[in-house]
């Protein structure tokens, strides 16, 4: 495993629509071990493949919950509504408020490609709807309701 460089706001990577994998090569094996491993050591809640320079449809997800791996996700149902802070490892040093649903289900391979259903609230859900725009070109700084505010208290961040 290693470490990959986070791409960060501004890189035209990040706005880009990822690719579907169609299936799991040891180099994409490989990717999501990096993006496991690249998320903790930022003290990250999640990571997709865009923010290490990869345009692929993978996510990478830890919420306290044990690490997630969503190959090609899909949101199949959403509802609900939570406002609340969110920030993003390409966006460091800062957060802004925004809106998501407070729960949703999603569908999406494991790094088996074997496929699986999740429900998720909360800080997850957030997550999920926060990676997977990125997957499409889209980062939370689109959505935020109040402008972007710094982090005064470094150390309890959590970006994703
Ligand atoms: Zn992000």
Partial sequence: MALREIRTQGDPVLEKVCKPVKTMTPRLQGLVDDM????????????????????????????????????????????????????????PGVYGIVTRPEHVKAKAFDKDMKPYEIEAEGLFARAICHELDHL?????????????????????????
């Fill in 136 to 160: 499409d070109g889209h980062m939370y700084t689109e959505l935020v309701e109040d402008g972007l505010h710094r982090y005064e208290d470094e150390g309890e961040e959590s970006e994703e």
């Fill in 36 to 91: 496991l491993e690249t998320m903790y050591e930022a003290n990250g809640v999640g990571l997709a493949a865009p923010q290490v320079g990869v345009l692929r449809r993978i996510v990478v997800i830890d919420v306290g919950e044990g690490p997630y791996v969503l190959v090609n996700p899909e949101i199949i149902e959403k509802d609900g509504e939570q406002t609340g802070q969110e920030g993003c490892l390409s966006v």
